[in-house]
């Protein structure tokens, strides 16, 4: 019997995950749930769309809702609120809200009796991970994550919203010195400006002023300001040309010692070198969906995060092949 999802948000997550659910034998998707009318929704695999309204008719054809909306103001309404009637999963990754976000979730859940996994991705979620791993293995040291070389979704949305600006796309690139710091087991201290480069691509407007632009790029607090910030004004054309890729990925690397003096040194390094953020984020989320379908079988519910999931509930594989093959 296969695992029925559902996907609440048809943006490029939303693609990624339709996509991944093709690759992932076990899953099937029922449908895909959007605030669009549905008739207007070309989806990659021809799957069904409805509207998001009729979304609790489905409460009983659907074991895991994946949830694809912003961290900005989507999640934080629409996960608790889905919680109350399926098992779901959300991309959650406003780090200093996820403790509010856990709370607020984790009523809901426990009170309909389903799994939330919140949080699930790459940053958080498998970095994450890798930071947990590497702490409890080397818990003298130092944990390290440097993003990129990639766009930032985020930050290129903030240049668009300057006056003046037609378009922009924004990679967040990491400093070559400072891994290379890291890397020989120095535990240097970084400053977020050692750690990381911010290049934009900018499209200004006809005749707009492209040094109040730039300096308004370099000068935006929680975005640009503590960073050194390179800006190019280049045509619509060349941006479409050579920037409409999302790639990202970046490094998570723990520097650690050992011995009765900490004479040894040890480097834990995780990386990843993705073409696309949204499908890779999508894969990663039908996994956990997987986990949020077995941990509800057997009776869990609540809210749960990467850190609460035993690896072998992310594989369809069954745990005497896991054994023989992987271990």
Same mark, same amino acid.
């Given at each position: 019997?296969?695992?029925?999802?559902?996907?609440?948000?048809?943006?490029?997550?939303?693609?990624?995950?339709?996509?991944?659910?093709?690759?992932?034998?076990?899953?099937?998707?029922?449908?895909?749930?959007?605030?669009?009318?549905?008739?207007? /929704?070309? @989806?990659?695999?021809? $799957? !069904?769309?409805? &509207?998001?309204? %009729?979304?609790? #008719?489905?409460?009983? =054809? +659907?074991?895991?809702?994946?949830?694809?909306?912003?961290?900005?103001?989507?999640?934080? /309404?629409? @996960?608790?609120?889905? $919680? !109350?009637?399926? &098992?779901?999963? %959300?991309?959650? #990754?406003?780090?200093? =809200? +996820?403790?509010?976000?856990?709370?607020?979730?984790?009523?809901?859940?426990?009170?309909?009796?389903?799994?939330?996994?919140?949080?699930?991705?790459?940053?958080?979620?498998?970095?994450?991970?890798?930071?947990?791993?590497?702490?409890?293995?080397?818990?003298?040291?130092?944990?390290?994550?440097?993003?990129?070389?990639?766009?930032?979704?985020?930050?290129?949305?903030?240049?668009?919203?300057?006056?003046?600006?037609?378009?922009?796309?924004?990679?967040?690139?990491?400093?070559?010195?400072?891994?290379?710091?890291?890397?020989?087991?120095?535990?240097?201290?970084?400053?977020?400006?050692?750690?990381?480069?911010?290049?934009?691509?900018?499209?200004?407007?006809?005749?707009?002023?492209?040094?109040?632009?730039?300096?308004?790029?370099?000068?935006?607090?929680?975005?640009?300001?503590?960073?050194?910030?390179?800006?190019?004004?280049?045509?619509?054309?060349?941006?479409?040309?050579?920037?409409?890729?999302?790639?990202?990925?970046?490094?998570?690397?723990?520097?650690?010692?050992?011995?009765?003096?900490?004479?040894?040194?040890?480097?834990?390094?995780?990386?990843?070198?993705?073409?696309?953020?949204?499908?890779?984020?999508?894969?990663?989320?039908?996994?956990?969906?997987?986990?949020?379908?077995?941990?509800?079988?057997?009776?869990?519910?609540?809210?749960?995060?990467?850190?609460?999931?035993?690896?072998?509930?992310?594989?369809?594989?069954?745990?005497?092949?896991?054994?023989?093959?992987?271990?």
């Amino acid at each position: 019997m296969k695992i029925r999802i559902g996907i609440a948000g048809y943006g490029n997550l939303g693609k990624g995950v339709e996509c991944s659910i093709m690759q992932n034998a076990d899953t099937e998707l029922v449908g895909i749930f959007t605030r669009r009318p549905p008739e207007s /929704v070309k @989806t990659v695999t021809n $799957a !069904k769309v409805y &509207n998001i309204n %009729d979304l609790l #008719d489905f409460k009983d =054809k +659907i074991d895991v809702l994946i949830i694809c909306g912003g961290s900005a103001t989507d999640l934080p /309404v629409q @996960t608790p609120e889905f $919680a !109350k009637s399926f &098992n779901v999963v %959300d991309s959650f #990754d406003t780090h200093a =809200k +996820i403790p509010q976000h856990f709370e607020n979730v984790d009523a809901a859940a426990k009170q309909s009796g389903k799994i939330a996994m919140i949080s699930v991705g790459w940053d958080p979620g498998m970095f994450s991970l890798s930071r947990l791993y590497a702490g409890a293995i080397l818990p003298l040291g130092n944990d390290y994550t440097f993003w990129g070389k990639g766009v930032s979704q985020g930050h290129s949305d903030a240049i668009r919203r300057i006056d003046g600006v037609l378009d922009a796309k924004q990679y967040t690139i990491p400093v070559d010195d400072a891994l290379d710091a890291v890397r020989s087991g120095t535990n240097p201290e970084l400053t977020t400006r050692q750690k990381h480069i911010r290049e934009c691509f900018v499209v200004a407007c006809e005749g707009a002023d492209l040094n109040k632009i730039e300096q308004e790029i370099k000068t935006m607090p929680n975005y640009f300001a503590d960073y050194d910030t390179i800006v190019h004004f280049i045509s619509q054309d060349e941006l479409t040309k050579n920037h409409s890729g999302i790639p990202h990925g970046g490094f998570v690397i723990r520097s650690g010692k050992t011995g009765i003096n900490g004479e040894n040194n040890h480097i834990i390094e995780y990386s990843l070198k993705l073409d696309s953020n949204p499908e890779f984020t999508a894969s990663v989320l039908v996994a956990f969906a997987r986990a949020a379908y077995k941990m509800n079988k057997e009776g869990m519910c609540g809210c749960k995060t990467v850190f609460d999931v035993p690896p072998s509930y992310l594989s369809p594989k069954a745990p005497e092949e896991l054994r023989k093959n992987l271990l």
